[in-house]
């Protein structure tokens, strides 16, 4: 596999494998002082100094011509100042605040367009009869047509500018006639200035007849809603005091009634029932603890007293059988009986009081109830009743604001005043306003000038860049390898993909150029095995050159890898990607993958790709560091080339760092489109003790057009095309 003799690129190189690479003796030559050559400057002066008179001649006699062709117009102005505070006449409120007539900068602009509006030109129109002058109507036949033409024929030439930063407005017209412009400019300035406060009183009286109209509306509106809150209050016993509805004072006296009723059946109904116990525990010979007991049982308790004593008295004297004992203990025994009658008699005597009590609480909820449902009902009326309410107040005052503005704007009429004033009238201009003899015969020298100037130089550079092999060696100093044609310019196959078409038709001329850049590079640099392709700017073609110049190589025989370096564009990535997960660049460089797990193979040619397949956030300091070189010498190994897709020198840092790692690099250019000064600098960049460059080759070649210049080693190509199949 390593054997340079079997193979097309030891075939071109002509010397063994692993030589060192051939010095350059060519580099960027050190850039011109900044500094104009006049010499140089005045010679191609005078060989363009036929154009140069005749552009000058051409520019001036059609200046003068315009001149002469021009009709004189004269220009007449009138200027007005706006009012910036109106007098107070009319009583203010206190509401009021003072009248202003420029309540803001911006209403001078807006003023300057009120000036200029067809509502004011056309109130000019009507006051002058200018609809009837076949001047202004343009040959109009309606009335209506006369009107609109004649509006805008005065507006073709009015104009109405802010004087500096005051508040006066210059109000010019412009006319061939001197009289009529005038006596145009100053009708719009009186139509303006007068107009306008009469059409203010037009808007106050008709402001003010339109709300006596709506103040009448009003005033019923209101006393109808008024009245249908009464009716509504009358129908639904809504009648109320100062302290509220009727319904509730007579909860609230009710609820007082109860509370009382409540208490008393509570106090009764507790005597009743300690009279019971009392009776349940014996006590009915004895009386009942009353504080409400009768007199009768007090006294009787006193005589059971006296008779008990005596009884006691007679039983320890005589003993139980005398009849003194007998007797008294009969007098005893017919007091007990008494009391406890008369026990008797109070209990139901509490009974009936308890029972009283429970009655009149009973009455006394039930009234309650009935009033409560009565204002639950009253309750639910007044929704009805406050929604009646809002609108009648509403009413009333929607209509108590348009009678105090009807007031106001009655107290205010009359007293209306103009927010301008016609400040200087305008005279009849003397001469004419345009043209300008002198500043058109000016500006014609100035720009026949200017344009003779740039049409000599036009004719002395036509285009910037580099067009064949001479302006890269000349200009630059550096070798120049070749030229890709456009494949449009050498092909008769429409909308084939360049990348195919070094496969598809090997004996054409576009496939033989890679062929011919192989043999440059191999011949320029000793067997360089590692080749970087760049740019100085992006769309250069350097990636399909990469992919081209590899699968030519590969079709040929030599086992090539393809390295995708551009990690912002990812080209060689995005047409030659594998499967979808499949490790690339990046992985193999963080050591998560091997070689030969991140390569993808071209089925087409056989050429091996190592795209970048995953995330490049650290891909600077990986593809710039000794991982890179680590890569690169496995591949040297392996490969019999190995093509790096670089990024663009300028707008990337990290390519330069690239190109120091390979064994050659290659730049390409686009034909007659890239900046002579970008390639430049981007040379001027190149390490030149790191950096082995083999030469610039020229990308996107036009060989028809190249062939036409007359110059450069591709315009013979019309004498030899017919050689490619």
């Known amino acids: 596999m390593n054997s340079a003799a079997t193979t097309a690129v030891g075939m071109y190189g002509g010397a063994q494998a692993g030589l060192p690479a051939v010095p350059f003796e060519t580099r960027v030559p050190p850039p ?145 006639d001197p009289q009529d412009a005038a006596r145009i400019a100053n009708a719009v300035a009186r139509q303006y200035t007068q107009g306008a406060l009469d059409a203010k009183r037009a808007t106050a009286r008709g402001t003010t007849q339109l709300i006596a109209n709506r103040l009448e509306q009003l005033r019923q509106q209101a006393l109808a809603d008024t009245a249908a809150v009464q009716r509504y209050r009358i129908a639904n016993n809504l009648l109320s005091t100062t302290q509220g509805t009727l319904t509730e004072q007579e909860i609230s006296s009710y609820n007082q009634e109860v509370a009382n009723a409540r208490a008393q059946a509570a106090e009764d109904a507790a005597r009743l029932d300690a009279a019971r116990r009392q009776v349940a525990g014996g006590a009915v010979r004895g009386g009942v603890d009353d504080v409400n007991v009768s007199s009768t049982i007090t006294n009787l308790r006193g005589q059971l007293g006296v008779a008990s004593a005596e009884l006691a008295n007679l039983t320890a004297r005589y003993g139980s059988r005398h009849p003194d004992v007998i007797r008294a203990r009969a007098t005893v025994e017919s007091i007990q009986t008494q009391i406890a009658a008369e026990t008797r008699r109070v209990v139901d005597s509490l009974e009936s009081r308890a029972r009283v009590s429970q009655q009149r609480l009973a009455s006394l909820s039930g009234t309650l109830d009935q009033s409560r449902g009565t204002l639950a009902q009253n309750n ?60 058109n015969l000016i500006l014609s020298v100035a720009l026949g000038v200017g344009l003779g100037i740039a049409a000599a130089f036009a004719a002395e550079m036509t285009f910037s860049g580099l067009t064949t092999g001479d302006d890269i060696e000349q200009r630059l100093g550096v070798r120049y390898l070749g030229s890709i044609p456009l494949l449009q310019s050498v092909s008769r196959q429409r909308g084939q993909a360049p990348t195919m ?115 490049a956030s650290d891909a600077p300091e990986l593809l710039t560091g000794d991982e890179m070189d680590a890569l690169l010498d496995k591949a040297r190994e392996r490969f019999h080339a190995v093509i790096i897709d670089t990024a663009p020198v300028l707008p990337i840092a990290d390519a330069r760092l690239v190109l120091g790692k390979a064994d050659a690099s290659v730049f390409v250019t686009r034909w007659r489109k890239t900046p002579e000064a970008a390639l430049r600098s981007a040379l001027r960049l190149l390490p030149e003790e790191r950096v082995q460059l083999a030469g610039v080759a020229l990308t996107r070649v036009d060989m028809r057009k190249q062939a036409r210049f007359g110059y450069g080693d591709d315009a013979f190509y019309n004498s030899y095309k017919s050689y490619y199949a």
Do not use: W
Request: proline share 4%; with cysteine; aromatic share 4%.
């Open 32 to 176: 011109a002082a900044d500094r104009v050559d006049l010499r140089l400057l005045m010679a191609m002066f005078r060989r363009r100094l036929g154009i140069f008179i005749t552009v000058v001649l051409v520019v001036i006699a059609a200046g003068l011509v315009l001149t002469a062709l021009q009709t004189r117009r004269y220009e007449a102005v009138a200027d007005v100042a706006l009012n910036a505070r109106l007098a107070s006449i009319n009583p203010q409120s206190s509401n009021d605040k003072p009248e202003s007539a420029i309540p803001s900068e911006g209403y001078v602009d807006t003023q300057v367009s009120v000036v200029t509006s067809e509502a004011n030109v056309g109130a000019v129109v009507d006051q002058l009869g200018l609809a009837k002058n076949a001047q202004y109507n343009q040959g109009a036949t309606t009335p209506a047509e006369q009107r609109a033409a004649a509006i805008d024929t005065i507006l073709s030439g009015l104009t109405a500018t802010r004087i500096g930063t005051t508040y006066g407005i210059a109000i010019s017209y412009e006319s061939t």
């Open 501 to 615: 078409a070094v496969l598809e038709d090997p004996r054409s001329g576009f496939a033989e150029s890679f062929r011919s850049l192989r043999a440059s590079i191999a011949m320029n640099t000793r067997m360089a095995r590692v080749i970087a392709i760049t740019s100085a700017l992006p769309d250069e073609g350097k990636t399909t050159t990469s992919i081209c110049l590899a699968r030519s190589m590969a079709a040929a025989g030599d086992n090539v890898l393809l390295i995708d370096g551009d990690l912002r564009r990812q080209g060689v990535s995005r047409f030659l990607r594998g499967e979808s997960g499949q490790p690339g660049l990046m992985e193999v460089l963080r050591g998560t993958a091997t070689l030969d797990q991140a390569l993808v193979v071209d089925q087409a040619s056989g050429l091996y790709v190592l795209p970048v397949a995953g995330d």
């Open 380 to 439: 639910a009326a007044m929704v009805g009743l406050q929604d009646l309410q809002q609108r009648a107040d509403t009413s009333n005052a929607l209509y108590q604001s348009y009678l105090n503005r009807y007031k106001e704007l009655t107290a205010r009429e009359g007293t209306e005043q103009a927010d301008a004033d016609l400040l200087r009238p305008a005279e009849v201009p003397g001469r004419p306003s345009s043209p300008h003899v002198l500043l």
